[in-house]
């Protein structure tokens, strides 16, 4: 069998709220009804660092600023979507300092907005079960300090049903 190969791009931040990672509830994609990390895709020829501050706002009610960018990886899955059976989602990963708003349990819909809203969630409630492996990225880093940029490559992925999310 021929294998075709979508791929995503998208910049995601990294940030806490006295040490529960700010997460959002996805609303799209191979990670639906999963923790997800606040990000996504550019908008035309967007700067990355504009992106994922732009990306960390819309999704989370949160205002930023960039502390450092941790690098890009990709993670690898079987995916059935449209005329793709393989997803390769490229991130490009930030940590971030919060600087103002309020954390949006619900945020504005619009096309393209694949947030329902944002929670922070302790890192121990974190799991492969119920969480993208951006966020479990995201908590490797924040358990170690150390930045696992190898690409990761999933025999299966699990897209969840409505009402199996945390």
């Known amino acids: 069998m021929t294998h075709k190969t979508h791929r995503a791009f ?3 931040g990294i940030a806490t709220i006295d040490q529960h990672l700010i997460v959002i509830r996805k609303n799209g994609g191979p990670y639906i009804h999963r923790f997800d990390l606040p990000g996504g895709s550019l908008d035309g020829p967007e700067p990355l660092e504009h992106d994922v501050l732009r990306e960390f706002n819309e999704e989370t009610g949160l205002t930023a600023t960039i502390d450092r960018q941790l690098g890009a990886t990709s993670f690898v899955y079987p995916w ?3 005329h793709w059976t393989i ?3 490229i991130c490009v990963f930030y940590t971030l300092t919060i600087t103002g708003g309020q954390l949006a349990k619900t945020v504005p819909q619009f096309i393209g907005q ?3 809203g944002a929670q922070a969630i302790p890192l121990e409630k974190l799991t492969w079960e119920n969480a993208s492996p951006l966020v479990m990225f995201a908590k490797s880093f924040l358990q170690t300090g150390q930045a696992d940029l190898t690409t990761k490559t999933f025999r299966e992925w ?3 049903k409505e009402g199996s999310d945390s």
């Open 10 to 12: 998208g910049c995601y």
């Open 80 to 82: 059935q979507y449209e």
């Open 87 to 89: 997803n390769q989602h």
């Open 114 to 116: 694949d947030s329902l």
């Open 158 to 160: 699990t897209v969840l």
